[in-house]
């Protein structure tokens, strides 16, 4: 069984910084993708950052500000969120999966397995 489990989530003043965690178990993912995404209250969840092999796509409201990284040998992807702004403030979701192309990877939908999430809340 695959389990995802984020950390990292908190309050953050606006122009803070946090930097969210996330670590599988019970398969690896080295060769597969790992990516975040999330959901503010009322609205659908939408895509932050994904990474496979070479492809590191950003949604365009956080190119600059958040970094996704990697370490395939403890099955852990990372956001760096630096700069944040209230809207920012979400339910941040881990997604990990084999069998995405570079053009899926935008996609939750083409995500197999998924984290419980964590809380990001940045005031003003």
């Not at 949604?59 to 370490?71: C, H, M, W, Y």
């Not at 995500?111 to 809340?121: D, I, L």
């Amino acid at each position: 069984q695959v389990l995802l489990v984020e950390s990292g989530g908190g309050l953050v003043q606006a122009g803070g910084s946090l930097r969210l965690s996330c670590t599988a178990s019970g398969r690896s993912f080295r060769s597969g993708a790992m990516g975040w995404f999330r959901q503010a209250p009322g609205k659908e969840r939408e895509f932050v950052a994904s990474m496979k092999g070479g492809s590191t796509p950003y949604a365009d409201s956080v190119k600059g500000r958040f970094t996704i990284s990697r370490d395939n040998a403890k099955n852990t992807v990372y956001l760096q969120m630096n700069s944040l702004k209230p809207e920012d403030t979400a339910v941040y979701y881990c997604a990990a999966g084999m069998s995405l192309i570079t053009a899926s990877l935008r996609n939750g939908a083409a995500y197999a397995h998924w984290g419980q999430g964590t809380q990001v809340t940045v005031t003003s």
